[in-house]
């Protein structure tokens, strides 16, 4: 709402119409950046478009951004803007975490934070296996294995 204060709209944006929606969807895509003026990571600006999307369905909006033809200006936008987002190097796995080399195994097991001397190192040692071998990741993953 603030955004479209922004903008000059007085409206709520359930009674936008579409094709002015549109256009305001299309310029927010353009000119979002956090505070910094840094760009967003392209899934954060994805889940924007969603958060308004399902915030306009729970007004009964009747026009999906993300599907309708009406909003195509504002896909559109949005793959270019995620395009060049990534050209920019942002989405390109930012948050990916290092494997755990054999000298940091060796490591931990020598500091007794693994190991199966008790259960205060019996815990750390199973998660690590679950998440190194099996693949999980979430606690509710562990605790249903």
Excluded at 19 to 43: A, M, T, W, Y
Excluded at 60 to 76: A, E, L, M, W
Excluded at 87 to 95: A, Q, S, T, Y
Excluded at 110 to 116: H, K, N, R, S, V
């Amino acid at each position: 709402m603030v955004f479209l204060q922004g903008e000059g709209e007085q409206r709520f944006p359930k009674f936008i119409p579409p094709c002015d929606l549109n256009q305001h969807i299309s310029h927010f895509i353009l000119s979002v950046r956090k505070k910094g003026h840094e760009e967003f990571e392209p899934s954060t600006l994805r889940d924007m478009i969603s958060s308004i999307d399902r915030y306009l369905r729970t007004k009964s909006y009747g026009v999906s951004i993300i599907n309708d033809i009406k909003f195509h200006k504002s896909r559109s936008v949005l793959k270019m803007k995620l395009k060049n987002l990534k050209k920019l190097g942002k989405g390109i796995n930012p948050r990916a975490s290092s494997p755990v080399s054999d000298q940091d195994l060796q490591k931990m097991y020598e500091a007794q934070t693994l190991g199966d001397e008790n259960p205060t190192n019996l815990i750390p040692s199973m998660w690590l296996i679950f998440t190194m071998h099996f693949g999980m990741r979430t606690g509710k993953e562990t605790h249903n294995l």
